[in-house]
């Protein structure tokens, strides 16, 4: 089975178009920094 690449959001009048590749990539982005600042941490 394909996996989806976008997911279509109807909000009111208006309509988006979601890039979940990008997403996804930005969740990955967000958790590799907050395990850098958890090590800083723990090295003080």
């Keep these: 089975m394909e996996e989806k690449k976008q ?3 109807l909000d009111g ?5 979601i890039d979940l590749e ?3 990539k930005k969740q990955k ?3 590799t ?4 600042n958890q090590q800083k941490g723990q090295r003080n």
Excluded at 13 to 17: I, L, S, T
């Design 29 to 31: 982005e967000r958790q």
């Design 13 to 17: 009048n208006a309509f988006y178009e």
């Design 22 to 24: 990008c997403v996804r």
């Design 7 to 9: 997911k279509v959001v």
């Design 33 to 36: 920094p907050q395990k850098k």
